[in-house]
Nanobody, 117 residues
Framework: QVQLVESGGGLVQPGGSLRVSCVAS????????MAWYRQAPGKQRELVAA???????DYADSMKGRFTISRDNAKSTVYLQMNSLKPEDTAVYYC???????????WGQGTQVTVSS
């Protein structure tokens, strides 16, 4: 069983930056496709950014140019650097992992990001 633990959320002013991290337990992090999702109150969970095991990335249109996803396989960690934050970025941010070899997916518990003055 893989466990994902997010950290780094908090309160930030509009226009500010924040980096959230997700550490995965287990020994096979390098083979997982990783992603960040977010869910705002009253809204559906949506994809923010994804990164394959080889490092290819993809972003939701509203995050392109502002957010950067990266991974450090040696630390079993995936990051989401968020710049130029807006109030509408306020949400709980969730880490997601997919192990395609065994067809399993995993979710973290989420970390709250609040953008407000």
């Amino acid at each position: 069983q893989v466990q994902l633990v997010e950290s780094g959320g908090g309160l930030v002013q509009p226009g500010g930056s924040l980096r959230v991290s997700c550490v995965a337990s287990g020994s096979f992090f390098s083979i997982y496709a990783m992603a960040w999702y977010r869910q705002a109150p009253g809204k559906q969970r949506e994809l923010v950014a994804a990164i394959t095991k080889s490092g290819s990335t993809d972003y939701a249109d509203s995050m392109k140019g502002r957010f950067t996803i990266s991974r450090d396989n040696a630390k079993s960690t995936v990051y989401l650097q968020m710049n130029s934050l807006k109030p509408e970025d306020t949400a709980v941010y969730y880490c997601h992992a997919v192990d395609s070899l065994i067809g399993e997916e995993y979710w973290g518990q989420g970390t709250q990001v609040t953008v407000s003055s």
